[in-house]
């Protein structure tokens, strides 16, 4: 794939359905409102969209119990609506990609109902079925991922079935040919209407362990984690059979022109990788989420973009991502000055960036009060600070009332900024954050420097990480201020260079060197003299 291709040089940008936009006064996002924002993200300037899962649902996962893959929720709109989708942003130069959930259907899949109906009926073997052990108890010590056993027991038949999720979230056996085909052809009803790429769940869980062994406990566990940290998933994922399914996959995308394969992976970076696949036969991004899952620190990012950047294999592309549905918003994280710093960053790293929506606008720290609790998770692990809906909170567009979002009732309360922090409002203030982004965008867009271009660690001290960025005559640097002191930086070999941005406000164009100062909370982009 040469360095042009759209998702190499590309921007996604991560819709939430449900918080986007509501068309129609239920107070939950829809298709038709994410089309009625269209022009928004084109101005914005992203290259595409992935949306997370608005296939028929019972919603217990809100969305991610698929009950029907080649179907639209109800909640969403309909299959034209999505057509119409696809079309009007394709007329706008933007990529559509679609989450795919292949781990687990919904309990209320057909699939499943005929699975759980008898132990001989033929779909029997397309969910994992196994006997309790002689005390009754479940087969295997395996937890869920959102807390309790992972086994659920089916009365009627006889026998415990595995969810990896919630019990409503039967996990499907891809060991069974069946379900790899039914699944591809769902790939490929999607790839038929115009889907540029699947972003796809979970996907180093599809394959367990052949003999259902027993996880090891994990002597690092503390009371105040998630049960899942119980054990080390030694053999309820990443086991190597997966990455067979892997590729099968990606020839299922390769039927069809310059589409993307992204594959959900948390794992350690030597492990990730390897979903690149052998001769980069896997997913073509697998995301990376180290950037969410490290200490806000100089040295520590420099020490990862490294690792990382020395682990990919030949030829193997970067990807980078700053927050998603189920990790809390980098402004919560950071702060808000910190978050600029860290839009700086994800955009001029070397690889494809993945941002999520609202984070544009700052969306910060958004407390849930327990009875507005939505996420399943949180209502079975509660008080451990799991839940994620502080970042499901509806994007804020305008300042009127629900932002803009909804004319009804929202399904989550909105961050008590909208009125202050809105897109309208945000998009005409030129030292906003939305407007950091567009430039950051911008100037990605129009220097391959920062998005293809070679990357060079320059510095590693105290609080500042400088890189930089080159591609043919072209030479950036990107000087990051982690901290809240200024700090005076040399540029590289003595050179001058001219401030393109800032991620504070009035400093661009002006010409700097032999060093620079960085003010506290500061990040730079310099064009170097060459
Ligand atoms: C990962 C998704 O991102 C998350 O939101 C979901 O709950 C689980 N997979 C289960 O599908």
Redesign the pocket.
Known sequence: MPETTWWKRGIVYQIYPRSFQDSNGDGIGDLNGIRQRLDYLAWLGVHAIWI?PIYTSPMA??G??VADYCGIDPLFGTLEHFERLVAEAHARGLKVIL?F?P??TSDQHPWFKESRSSRTNPKRDWYIWRDAKPDGSPPNNWIS??GGPAWAWDEATGQYYYH???KE?PDLNWRNAEVRKAMYDALRFWLDRGVDGFRV??IWHLIKDAEFRDNPPNPAFQANQAEINRFIQVYSADQPEVHEVVSEMRRVLEEYRERVLIG?IYLPLERLVTYYGKDLSGAHLPFNFQLIQTAWNARTIAALINEYEAALPEGGWPNWVLG???QPRIGARIGPQQARVAAMLLLTLRGTPTMYYGDEIGIGKVEIPPEAAQD??ERNEPGLGLG?DPERTPMHWDGSAQGGFTSGEPWLPLDPQFRSSHVEGLRNDLDSILTLYRRLIELRRQHLALSVGGYTQVTAEGDVLAYERQHGPERFLVALNLGHEPHTLPLPYGTRGRVMLSTLSGRSEESVGPQVVLQADEGLIIALEV
């Open positions: 997370s996962d809100f991610y119990d989450d959930v781990n687990h991922n959102f990896a999720f919630l979230q769940d979970v959900e998603n549905h189920d399943p998770w994620r």
